[in-house]
Antibody, heavy 122, light 111 residues
């Protein structure tokens, strides 16, 4: 059974940093692209970032480019999202998602974690 | 970015057919595939993949769910609707490299 478990969310002040983790199990982690998707009541679902199987290809939505970094450790079956210079508009539930296969383009979100809430507020 | 438009809500009776639409402002077809996907999200839960590539049923999803469409117009059909189907349904496109985008969601309610 595919399982994705996020951790690391919480309350953080604007301008500070937070690192999310996603522990994966139930599949061969290194064979699949991974992603982060966030959700707010006002903006709905937003793709945030994606990473290829080996980590060599990464993509970010424009609003987080230069502030967020997606990475993965295939030996630990874990992906990460380093979030720096956080803003109030980054407040959301962040979901870890496994892509359908190993391609990092023209893909979709086959499995989702339960989400972790990030609140950016002073 | 490709914009996906869904109606905010739909109310249907138990046992009837529900048809949820998703329209895009750009063609999401590429070499014979339509890169349109559908998710179900119940309150307090994460989204779940229902349909991929416009018409392919994801693993474990009942055959009451079906998808069709191409180009810029897509539909998700639930027939017959069961009480457990009350949820918000989202479409998502992945025609190109990211950014991949979602529709605003359609909340399915029972009459």
């Amino acid at each position: 059974e595919v399982q994705l478990v996020e951790s690391g969310g919480g309350l953080v002040q604007p301008g500070r940093s937070l690192k999310l983790s996603c522990a994966a199990s139930g599949f061969t982690f290194s064979n699949y692209g991974m992603a982060w998707v966030r959700q707010t009541p006002t903006k709905g679902l937003e793709w945030v970032a994606s990473i290829s199987t080996g980590g060599g290809n990464t993509y970010y939505r424009d609003s987080v480019k230069g502030r967020f970094t997606i990475s993965r450790d295939n030996a630990k079956n874990t992906q990460y999202l380093q979030m720096d210079s956080l803003r109030s508009e980054d407040t959301a539930t962040y979901y870890c998602a496994r892509l359908y296969d190993g391609t990092y383009y023209r893909n979709w979100f086959a499995y989702w974690g339960q989400g972790t809430l990030v609140t950016v507020s002073s | 970015d490709i914009v996906l438009t869904q109606s905010p809500a739909l109310a249907v009776s138990l046992g009837q057919r529900a048809t949820i639409s998703c329209k895009t402002n750009q063609n999401v077809d590429y070499y014979g595939n339509s890169y349109m996907h559908w998710y179900q999200q119940k309150p307090g839960q994460q989204p779940k993949l229902l349909i991929y590539l416009a018409s392919n049923l994801a693993s474990g999803i009942p055959a009451r769910f079906s998808g069709r469409g191409s180009g810029t117009d897509f539909t998700l059909t639930i027939d017959p609707v069961e009480a457990d189907d009350t949820a918000t349904y989202y479409c998502q496109q992945s025609r190109n490299l990211p950014p991949w985008t979602f529709g605003g969601g359609t909340k399915l309610e029972l009459k």
